[in-house]
């Protein structure tokens, strides 16, 4: 199940700065240019138009600040840095590019220049809500879900309303197992958006952590009608059938999942031993040795202990 969701914010900008004079004017026309564009998909046009306007004025600031916005829709992230670093050495009391540099190096990996450049961000900018919950998501890849989930309430102060905000730090509790606050975030993030089935299925995670299968059940099933796709909601909404005693319903669910995907080791070897809670033994050995064969080496461990040759 999908646990996490980034949420990047990307900021185009044509009046960072005054420009008044005729070749800036000539610049802010190929920055707009650019823009225009870029918004339209056109990216390596719009790479040109920031091309030649710094090649017009190397020392303004906005056509390396979008050159940089366009090289990480181009997923040119160390390129991006490249031209965000030059905007802060020309005007470094923006926030804007520290938060966009950041979001690059989110993307490589870089979690903690990522958070060094949130907190630059921040300092420029007390109330910079999209910083605090981006800084909040590096800590959560660094495994620091207690600060990760400080900032999601950071966050949450500025747009109370954030479901965003609310659904990242009921993630970060629920990788504190504190499943009760987990299980309220994602009511309050649920009240705000109630279409995103990563929703409901994390909020069926916790409820399942829990102990409330039952519940966990009918958010797994709505996960299910959003994003009937998705294997995953069946996959928990079998364990949670199980843990019920409901055998039937989790063989169902397997069934399911193999129906989408006939190469799913995973759901043979579990289906098997539902058959094996139903005395099924001939039903059970046939799903392991499918998984055997899909590469499961649980499977052959119940095949060898349970089914002879």
Same mark, same amino acid.
């Given at each position: 199940m999908k646990i996490r969701n980034h949420v990047l914010i990307l900021f185009f900008s044509s009046s960072i700065l005054s420009l008044s004079s005729y070749s800036q004017t000539t610049v802010k026309e190929l920055v707009a240019d650019g823009i225009l564009k870029a918004k339209l998909g056109d990216y390596k046009a719009a790479m040109a138009s920031f091309d030649q306007a710094i090649a017009l004025d190397s020392m303004e600031i906005e056509p390396y600040y979008n050159r940089g916005i366009t090289r990480s829709e181009l997923k040119d992230y160390k390129g991006a840095i490249k031209d965000f670093s030059k905007v802060i050495y020309i005007q470094p009391s923006y926030?804007?590019?520290?938060?966009?540099?950041?979001?690059? +190096?989110?993307?490589?990996?870089?979690?903690?220049?990522?958070?060094?450049?949130?907190?630059?961000? /921040?300092?420029?900018?007390?109330?910079?809500?999209?910083?605090?919950?981006?800084?909040?998501?590096?800590?959560?890849?660094?495994?620091?879900?207690?600060?990760?989930?400080?900032?999601?309430?950071?966050?949450?102060?500025?747009?109370?309303?954030?479901?965003?905000?609310?659904?990242?730090?009921?993630?970060?509790?629920?990788?504190?197992?504190?499943?009760?606050?987990? /299980?309220?975030?994602?009511?309050?993030? /649920? +009240?705000?958006?109630?279409?995103?089935?990563?929703?409901?299925?994390?909020?069926?995670?916790?409820?399942?952590?829990?102990?409330?299968?039952?519940?966990?059940?009918?958010?797994?099933?709505?996960t299910i009608k959003l994003l009937p796709s998705d294997l995953n909601p069946y996959m928990n909404r079998a364990l949670a059938h199980l843990y019920l005693k409901e055998y039937q319903a989790a063989s169902d669910d397997y069934s399911k999942v193999i129906e989408i995907d006939s190469y799913n080791a995973d759901a043979y070897l579990k289906r098997g031993v539902v058959h094996q809670y139903m005395e099924d033994i001939p039903g059970a050995c046939e799903d392991w040795k499918k998984a055997d064969e899909l590469g499961s080496e649980k499977a052959r461990t119940y095949v060898d202990k349970y089914c002879s040759p």
């Amino acid at each position: 199940m999908k646990i996490r969701n980034h949420v990047l914010i990307l900021f185009f900008s044509s009046s960072i700065l005054s420009l008044s004079s005729y070749s800036q004017t000539t610049v802010k026309e190929l920055v707009a240019d650019g823009i225009l564009k870029a918004k339209l998909g056109d990216y390596k046009a719009a790479m040109a138009s920031f091309d030649q306007a710094i090649a017009l004025d190397s020392m303004e600031i906005e056509p390396y600040y979008n050159r940089g916005i366009t090289r990480s829709e181009l997923k040119d992230y160390k390129g991006a840095i490249k031209d965000f670093s030059k905007v802060i050495y020309i005007q470094p009391s923006y926030p804007e590019p520290y938060f966009n540099r950041a979001l690059a +190096k989110d993307y490589l990996k870089d979690y903690s220049g990522a958070i060094d450049d949130y907190n630059k961000a /921040i300092n420029q900018k007390g109330d910079y809500v999209e910083a605090y919950l981006n800084r909040g998501l590096a800590k959560f890849d660094l495994e620091d879900y207690k600060e990760a989930a400080n900032d999601f309430t950071r966050a949450l102060q500025f747009r109370p309303n954030y479901p965003t905000a609310l659904y990242n730090r009921g993630l970060a509790r629920f990788n504190m197992n504190d499943y009760e606050n987990s /299980i309220a975030d994602f009511n309050e993030a /649920i +009240k705000y958006d109630t279409v995103s089935p990563e929703y409901f299925s994390s909020r069926g995670a916790a409820k399942a952590a829990a102990g409330y299968f039952e519940d966990a059940i009918l958010d797994f099933s709505v996960t299910i009608k959003l994003l009937p796709s998705d294997l995953n909601p069946y996959m928990n909404r079998a364990l949670a059938h199980l843990y019920l005693k409901e055998y039937q319903a989790a063989s169902d669910d397997y069934s399911k999942v193999i129906e989408i995907d006939s190469y799913n080791a995973d759901a043979y070897l579990k289906r098997g031993v539902v058959h094996q809670y139903m005395e099924d033994i001939p039903g059970a050995c046939e799903d392991w040795k499918k998984a055997d064969e899909l590469g499961s080496e649980k499977a052959r461990t119940y095949v060898d202990k349970y089914c002879s040759p």
